[in-house]
Nanobody
C-alpha cells in the first residue's frame, strides 16, 4: 500500500514563498504520475499541477509562472515550489500518486494572509 506524506505548509504573507514536499512509500514512484491538488473550505478540490514519470508538467492557469512542480525519484519525493503567493492560494494542499483513484496524502495547510 502506497503512503504519501506532505510537509512544508504554513502561514506566509502575500508575495512570499513556500516549498511543499511529498514523500511516497513503495517502489512504483518512479513510473507514476504525480499531482498536487488543493481544497479551500466550501470549495471543490482543484488540480494544481501534475508531473509525469518523464517529468512533463502541467499547471492550472491561476498558478502558471508562480508554481513549479518537480520530482526526485531517488528520494521518492515530489515538490511544489510556490512563489508570489496570493491570498487566493490559501487551501489545504494534497499530494496524489497515480491516475484515476490513485493514492492520497493527508494534506498540508497553506495560509496566505497579512
Amino acid at each position: 500500500q502506497v503512503q504519501l506524506v506532505e510537509s512544508g505548509g504554513g502561514l506566509v504573507q502575500p508575495g512570499g514563498s513556500l516549498r511543499l514536499s511529498c514523500v511516497a512509500s513503495g517502489s512504483s514512484f518512479s513510473i507514476a504520475a504525480m499531482g498536487w491538488y488543493r481544497q479551500a473550505p466550501g470549495k471543490q478540490r482543484e488540480l494544481v499541477a501534475t508531473i509525469t514519470s518523464g517529468s512533463s508538467t502541467n499547471y492550472v492557469d491561476s498558478v502558471k509562472g508562480r508554481f513549479t512542480i518537480s520530482r526526485d525519484n531517488a528520494k521518492n519525493t515530489v515538490y511544489l515550489q510556490m512563489n508570489s503567493l496570493k491570498p487566493e492560494d490559501t487551501a489545504r494542499y494534497y499530494c496524489k500518486q497515480g491516475l484515476g483513484l490513485g493514492y492520497w496524502g493527508q494534506g498540508t495547510q497553506v495560509t496566505v494572509s497579512s
